[in-house]
T-cell receptor, first 112, second 112 residues
Framework: KAGVTQTPRYLIKTRGQQVTLSCSPISGHRSVSWYQQTPGQGLQFLFEYFSETQRNKGNFPGRFSGRQFSNSRSEMNVSTLELGDSALYLC???????????FGSGTRLTVV | TQLLEQSPQFLSIQEGENLTVYCNSSSVFSSLQWYRQEPGEGPVLLVTVVTGGEVKKLKRLTFQFGDARKDSSLHITAAQPGDTGLYLCAGAPQGSGYALNFGKGTSLLVTP
């Protein structure tokens, strides 16, 4: 079956711009989570959605937002980009989070 | 605050050697997961351990969950170059919902 699909794979944006990243989970998975990965901080939790409802939110500024659609596809948005937002953004889906997630290949965002 | 501490941070060994990676916390976890990540890709789930004291084997990999469910270890027997990658432990502290906390990872290099 198809895995978790993230688009785009690579993105270069300028400081101050905004960006939207997309994630299509495995069919039947209703839980979708987003993570930011940087060399210094590792993987940090952004937010988790289940059936279109945000169940958990990590410790990130309000510039980071997300949503989930009725077909479980999810998007995350970062507004007013900063250089420090450069990272690999990973999306993961699950039937039930405690049992493990399937990750996408990520979107590599570079802010210049 | 890093809830999960992994050690060692880096490990470089020769093919055929054994190794152990540790994942420690002061928090109790309902379950812990181990992932392996290769450069430019998302983490891939290796195993989920749920019961305190549980031992799970995956070919040459042995995973153990501590009795108090605060720590875990990954032991690789007779490492091979294909084992090279970043090993991550992850879990959600009991009662915290579905926000996975990740350790910073152990970067393993196995040379022929």
């Amino acid at each position: 079956k198809a895995g978790v699909t993230q688009t785009p794979r690579y993105l270069i944006k300028t400081r101050g711009q905004q960006v939207t990243l997309s994630c299509s989970p495995i069919s039947g998975h209703r839980s979708v989570s987003w993570y930011q990965q940087t060399p210094g901080q590792g993987l940090q939790f952004l937010f988790e959605y289940f059936s279109e409802t945000q169940r958990n939110k990590g410790n990130f500024p309000g510039r980071f937002s997300g949503r989930q659609f009725s077909n479980s596809r999810s998007e995350m948005n970062v507004s007013t980009l900063e250089l420090g937002d450069s990272a690999l953004y990973l999306c993961a889906s699950s039937l039930g989070g405690q049992w493990g997630y399937t990750f996408g290949s990520g979107t590599r965002l570079t802010v210049v | 605050t890093q809830l999960l501490e992994q050690s060692p941070q880096f490990l470089s060994i020769q093919e055929g050697e054994n190794l152990t990676v540790y994942c420690n916390s002061s928090s109790v976890f309902s379950s812990l997961q181990w992932y392996r990540q290769e450069p430019g890709e998302g983490p891939v789930l290796l195993v989920t351990v749920v019961t305190g004291g549980e031992v799970k084997k995956l070919k040459r990999l042995t995973f153990q969950f501590g009795d108090a469910r605060k720590d875990s270890s990954l032991h690789i027997t007779a490492a091979q170059p294909g084992d090279t990658g970043l090993y991550l432990c992850a879990g959600a502290p009991q009662g915290s919902g579905y926000a996975l906390n990740f350790g910073k990872g152990t970067s393993l290099l196995v040379t022929p």
